[in-house]
């Protein structure tokens, strides 16, 4: 304990005393101004309300001499003239090997209705990610029992990927699975904006009673503040540090980061924050790469991390799409034609990428999987000719092979969601599919 206490030992000098008060002066919206309330960005508060209980905030920011704060549930209640109390300058977060299997809310406490667990250690919701030159290069392969990723779109331990889709593609059932075949020892999945009947379905029909034993759920949904939006994939973040510091291969499921940066969007527009594009303030765009950053492989362990990304209208080029495209070590694309097919898992090889897989996967398996991924091409390209039987066999021997292979490659990908696949008989099949070896 004293050893993860050692980072919070070095703020002491900047923690301010518990005495810092002030008063309610107005509210804005959701948002509550206080006077007399010098207390730093970030710390939290509580207000006094007559005859309830008093609410929890959190200072968000300052305007003209107004210390501007957002609070952890609705302001039912609040008046001018309420007193205002600094209770934190650096909150943090209760950690311990009894959190698996278990469900929290925002802010880490029990949100399953069992009896809070003994957790013996804490640690700071917001911490910095590794120093660069201090993450060792990512050379081993995580499974995720998923043949489609396993074998064409191959994930290292370490590595983050972006899982894209439009609403009702799968994105969730393709988490399930994940987590219930991954080799990983420990799942903390983060489940933000989401409607409140998708958690107990996610729990006991995707993850299972056997996936639940060694994942940490973290919950908050979409009639929660949007200050709990943001808190929860932080908590989910800093939990996933606290087991890859003790040595452990964390998986970090993130459903979704869109709802993240529509929460942000909530707080920077209400703290003063200037519009930018699609009304997402400067802050979104800052915190995005402050979050998946915190992912990867350090010298103690490793969190993989797939963040699920809702795009608007299948759009790929959507803002928040693209800005994290371009933070991620790849992406897998969720295409609404396949899952109207009845393909699933719906994902579009020709569309996805794994920026490690040729770092990752022996030579024959990339030889394998960049030859199944040109077929598919191939077929793409020509499928309007050979849907109305405009193309003639005979013709071109690249396109004949790709309509023979077409059936055994789609028979590859796709996989119920009760069939695990073992990433050696998987990486297997595709050699031999594609290469005639195994």
């Known amino acids: 304990m004293l050893r993860l206490m050692h980072p919070l030992a070095e703020h002491i000098q900047t923690i301010l005393p518990a005495r810092i008060t002030g008063t309610v002066v107005q509210t804005y919206g959701m948002t509550i101004a ?17 005859d309830t209980k008093p609410l929890t905030a959190e200072v968000i920011g300052f305007k003209d001499d107004l210390t501007i704060l957002y609070p952890h549930s609705g302001i039912t209640g609040v008046r001018r003239g309420n007193r205002i109390r600094l209770t934190k300058t650096l ?8 959190l698996l299997g278990r469900i929290l809310n925002a802010e880490g406490k029990p949100a399953d209705g069992l ?11 917001d911490n910095p990610p590794p120093a ?16 489609a ?14 899982i894209f889709a439009g609403s009702g593609v799968g994105k969730s059932v393709t988490l399930g699975m994940i987590a219930r075949y991954t080799d990983a020892e420990v799942i903390v999945i983060g489940l933000i904006g989401e409607r409140g009947r998708e958690l ?46 003790q040595g452990k291969n964390v998986l970090v499921m993130m459903d979704s980061l869109t709802r993240f940066a529509m929460a942000q969007r909530e707080i920077g527009l209400a703290a003063g924050e200037p519009p ?22 350090s010298a103690k362990g490793t969190i993989t991390a797939f963040f699920t990304v809702l ?18 070590d790849g992406h897998l694309w969720l295409s609404r034609k396949l899952s109207t097919r009845g393909h699933y898992p719906a994902v579009d090889p020709i569309d996805s990428i794994s920026r490690l897989l040729p770092d990752i996967c022996d030579a024959e398996h990339l030889k394998a999987a960049r030859a199944m991924r040109k077929l598919l091409g191939v077929y793409a390209d020509n499928e309007d000719l050979i849907s109305i039987g405009a193309y003639r066999s005979g013709s071109n021997p690249e396109i004949d092979h790709a309509i023979k292979m077409k059936p055994l490659i789609d028979q590859f990908l796709q996989q119920s969601v009760a069939e695990p696949a073992h990433l050696t008989e998987t990486v297997g099949r595709i050699k031999e599919l594609m290469l005639g070896t195994k």
């Not at 206080?34 to 007559?50: C, K, N, Q, W």
């Not at 930018?276 to 990867?296: C, D, I, Q």
């Open 115 to 125: 009896p809070v667990p003994i957790l013996p250690d804490r640690i700071l919701y």
């Open 149 to 162: 990723i396993d074998g064409m779109l191959t994930c290292g331990s370490g590595q983050r990927l972006g």
């Open 132 to 147: 660069p030159a201090s993450r060792p290069r990512i050379n081993s392969i995580l499974s995720t029992g998923i043949r």
């Open 311 to 328: 795009v608007e209208g299948d759009d790929q080029s959507d803002i928040i799409g693209d800005t994290v495209r371009g933070l991620l």
């Open 200 to 245: 107990n379905d996610f729990i006991e029909r995707d993850l299972g009673a056997e996936g639940l034993k060694k994942s940490v759920v973290v919950v908050a949904t979409s009639d929660e503040p949007a200050l709990m939006r943001v808190r929860a994939p932080m908590t989910a973040m800093a939990i996933a540090e606290y087991f890859r510091d």
């Open 91 to 98: 909150p943090w977060l209760r950690v311990g090997e009894n």
């Open 276 to 297: 930018t594009t699609k009304g997402y303030p400067p802050s979104v765009f800052g915190m995005l790469p402050k979050l998946v950053e915190r992912a990867g492989r």
């Open 34 to 50: 206080a006077a007399g309330f010098p207390a730093p960005v970030g710390s939290i508060a509580e207000i006094d309300r007559p």
